[in-house]
Every structure is written in C-alpha cells, then in structure tokens.
C-alpha cells in the first residue's frame, strides 16, 4: 500500500466518522425519510443510466423503506 492510498483510507475514514456523527443527530423521522430519500434517488438514478423508466419503483421502494425503517428501526437515539 502506498503513502497514497494510505492518505485516502484515512481521508475516507474521517469523512464517515463526521457523517456517522452528523446522521447520529437525526430523529427517527428524519432517519427514515433520508434512508428513503437516499434510496429513491440511486434508484431513479440508476434507471436513467440504463434507459428505463424506473421512476414509479424507485418512488415505491424509497417510501416503503422510509415507513417501514420508521416503523421497526429501534437502534440509537432516534426514539422521538
């Protein structure tokens, strides 16, 4: 492993400690309707890098996963 990449593993190791810190701040709601917002955009995403018309499944699977992470997540802090 070069000086290089070892300078990017720990870049990328810090990045996700800050984003881990930052998401750690988030209510339930606001958790859930990230992880969907997230999830529904790579969806879509990955359906105009195909060509298809992904658009109805990538708005169903992101506000399904939004309600059901919002129903059963019971991890962390994000009881409100």
């Known amino acids: 492993m070069t000086a290089y990449q070892k300078c990017v593993m720990i870049d990328m190791i810090a990045m996700y400690h800050r984003l881990d810190q930052w998401v750690e701040g988030f209510s339930r709601l606001g958790y859930a309707v990230?992880?969907?917002?997230?999830?529904?955009?790579?969806?879509?995403?990955?359906?105009?890098?195909?060509?298809?018309?992904?658009?109805?499944?990538?708005?169903?699977?992101?506000?399904?996963?939004?309600?059901?992470n919002y129903a059963f997540h019971t991890a962390g802090d994000r009881s409100q």
């Open 34 to 68: 990230l992880l969907g917002t997230t999830c529904c955009m790579l969806l879509f995403t990955i359906g105009v890098l195909l060509g298809e018309s992904w658009a109805f499944e990538a708005v169903g699977m992101g506000s399904s996963i939004a309600v059901f």
